[in-house]
Nanobody, 120 residues
Framework: QVHLVESGGGLVQAGGSLRLSCAAS????????MGWYRQAPGKQRELVTA???????TYADSVKGRFTISRDNTKNTVYLQMNSLKPEDTAVYYC??????????????WGQGTQVTVSS
């Protein structure tokens, strides 16, 4: 079994910063892409940013220049540094990991989600 545990969400004023963390644990052989998604009320879940095992990154246009994704492969952990937060960044943020388990089984796993609320 594999578990993703997120932390770091909360309430912040516009212009402020938050740092999210997501740690994967369990029977993990390796992790390919790790990413952060978000879902605002009444909207579909959307990709915010992702990072490959080699460090290549991609960002949604709405967060470019404000958010930074990073990962520590030795800890199976991915981070999201969010700066210059805006009220429209308010959402539940979910961590995703493309895990290769012992035996070669590949599957995507999701965290439980962490609420980020940005007040104006």
């Amino acid at each position: 079994q594999v578990h993703l545990v997120e932390s770091g969400g909360g309430l912040v004023q516009a212009g402020g910063s938050l740092r999210l963390s997501c740690a994967a644990s369990g029977s993990i052989l390796s992790i390919n892409t790790m990413g952060w998604y978000r879902q605002a009320p009444g909207k579909q879940r959307e990709l915010v940013t992702a990072i490959t095992s080699g460090g290549s990154t991609t960002y949604a246009d709405s967060v470019k220049g404000r958010f930074t994704i990073s990962r520590d492969n030795t800890k199976n952990t991915v981070y999201l540094q969010m700066n210059s937060l805006k009220p429209e960044d308010t959402a539940v943020y979910y961590c995703n990991a493309a895990v290769v388990r012992s035996g070669g089984l590949r599957r995507d796993y999701w965290g439980q989600g962490t609420q980020v609320t940005v007040s104006s």
